[in-house]
């Protein structure tokens, strides 16, 4: 969601004639856009900050000027505390602001210093934020759904990016077919809670995330749809039915369970069981049976016992992910497990956290080597580092490369940069630590095939 945010502050500041720039040595303006989630994540800012305020000396030295401005969950959570350790700050601005950066820009201009703004405002701040000018490429984010209203025990998300909000549906739908026209042809729904989405549609009824999906569809030029992130809870048998009937949804969810123990899901108020996940995973796989599943884990969360990791890695075990995240337990300020003693030794944590990456990674290893041979639909992105090379993911978002000087086709151009945005069947041939590489099978009868099932 950052990466989308970043996207729209740049696309709000164009007017003022910024443009974006890859380096801080030569920009006017740095926007550091931050994220809270854990304490590492927050701690990274000052780190940086630290480098830029040297930038910013060296600027003012020469008769210069360098912008700072903080954005993201940090800013929201620390605002005050964050311009009095880093009063060269010019600029903070929380999630819910976006839509008035440009503004607090123009006042940093006149001289204004020190400027947060960390409210929640009521104007609705995607009203004013929709792309612009920027591609977003072949693969776009679209945030339909922000915010939080489910309060898991150890999470700054509903503090920091506030109560659940749902995007109408019309807006989203134009914006998909704004970001289609651009070239994309994946899309990627974005929310803290994405299946929460029940915005209102067209006529005025309430659409969840289901119905959208299928509206999102019927966009022209949209092949493949993806959601993230989505808790158990809000999984309902609509969702469950579209991974059955739109082809466009791919088959790889990322659906958090953080624990398999019954106690620390309930400790943690994440409103399921282990067995209701199980459960839950058994009737999406029955609709949908090439559906591969990525979650979310916090070992060492307060009170976990070693009774209570075995029962994470024997859920681990039963479920088998093709991918997944592990996370130490930080505490996060004002969340209430923060307060709650933490019995675990943090060398026991270490140990958990090793053991459980050890399994995924041993479970993502050979959901990979069982794709070695198949023919998949890849998307083909970028080109690669090499020359000839070209970067597609499947539709598990395995990345893959083919060498297109071995590519025997009429309908591309010398170098084979014509495929990208476009779908071709691969043979995944050889695994590497993250990625594979492939072959394209038929190339020009089968990209005929999918470029007319895009354009139609
Ligand atoms: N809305 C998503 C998660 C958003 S946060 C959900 O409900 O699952 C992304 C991930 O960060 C979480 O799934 C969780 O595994 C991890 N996380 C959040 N707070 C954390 C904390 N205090 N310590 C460690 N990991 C945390
Ligand atoms: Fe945080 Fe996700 Fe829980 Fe919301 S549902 S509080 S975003 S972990």
Redesign the pocket.
Same mark, same amino acid.
């Given at each position: 969601m950052n990466v989308y945010d970043s996207a729209r502050m740049a696309d709000s500041l164009s007017p003022l004639g910024f443009e974006e720039t890859l380096a801080p040595e030569g920009a006017d303006l740095v926007i550091i856009n931050t994220c809270h989630?854990?304490e590492r994540a927050a701690e990274k800012l000052y780190s940086e900050l630290g480098r830029l305020r040297l930038l910013k000396q060296e600027r003012q030295a020469a008769g210069g000027k360098l912008t700072l401005a903080v954005a993201g969950c940090v800013a929201q959570a620390e605002g005050a505390e964050l311009l009095a350790r880093a009063p060269f700050v010019d600029i903070v601005v929380g999630p819910q602001s976006y839509h008035r950066l440009a503004e607090l820009v123009t006042r940093s201009d006149d001289g204004a210093r020190g400027l947060m703004d960390t409210e929640f405002p009521v104007e609705p701040k995607f009203d004013s934020l929709a792309p612009q000018r920027h591609a977003e490429g072949v693969t776009a984010f679209l945030t339909v759904q922000e915010g939080?209203d =489910?309060f898991?025990t *150890?999470?700054v998300?509903p503090y920091t990016r506030g109560a659940e909000y749902s995007r109408p549906a019309a807006d989203i739908i134009a914006e998909a077919r704004h970001l289609a026209s651009l070239g994309a042809v994946e899309l990627t729904l974005l929310g $803290?809670?994405v299946n929460a989405y029940h915005g209102v549609g067209p006529e005025g009824a309430d659409w969840g995330l289901a119905r959208l999906i299928e509206e999102l569809a019927d966009v022209p030029g949209l092949a493949r749809i993806r959601y993230t992130?989505s808790?158990p809870h809000d999984v309902d048998d609509a969702l469950i039915a579209a991974h059955r009937d739109v082809p466009e949804l791919m088959p790889f969810l990322h659906l #958090?369970v $953080?624990s398999g123990s019954d106690s620390i899901l309930a400790a943690m108020n994440r409103k399921h069981t282990a067995d209701e996940y199980r459960r839950l995973i058994g009737r999406l796989r029955d609709a949908r049976p090439d559906l591969a599943l990525s979650s979310? *884990?916090?070992v060492g969360f307060p009170g976990e016992t070693a009774a209570d990791f075995e029962a994470t890695l024997r859920l681990v075990r039963d479920i088998g992910f093709a991918q997944a995240f592990a *996370? =130490?337990?930080? #505490?996060?300020p004002g969340t209430p497990a923060a307060d709650r003693d933490d019995g675990v030794p943090e060398a026991e944590k270490d140990a958990r956290l090793a053991a459980l990456l050890d399994l995924l990674r041993e479970q993502q290893d050979s959901f990979n080597d069982a794709m070695l041979g198949q023919i998949v639909p890849v998307l083909f992105e970028k080109p690669g580092r090499h020359p000839n090379q070209l970067v597609g993911r499947t539709p598990y978002l395995q990345p893959v490369h083919i060498d297109t000087s071995l590519m025997r086709t009429g309908l591309l151009d010398k170098t084979g940069m014509d495929l990208i945005g476009r779908i071709a069947e691969t043979r995944l041939d050889e695994r590497n630590a993250y990625s594979f590489s492939g072959t394209l099978i038929n190339g020009v009868e089968q990209m005929t095939e999918t470029m007319m099932r895009i354009s139609a």
């Open positions: 989630i854990r939080c =489910k898991c *150890f999470c998300v $803290q809670n992130t808790h #958090p $953080q979310d *884990f916090i *996370f =130490k337990y930080s #505490p996060r």
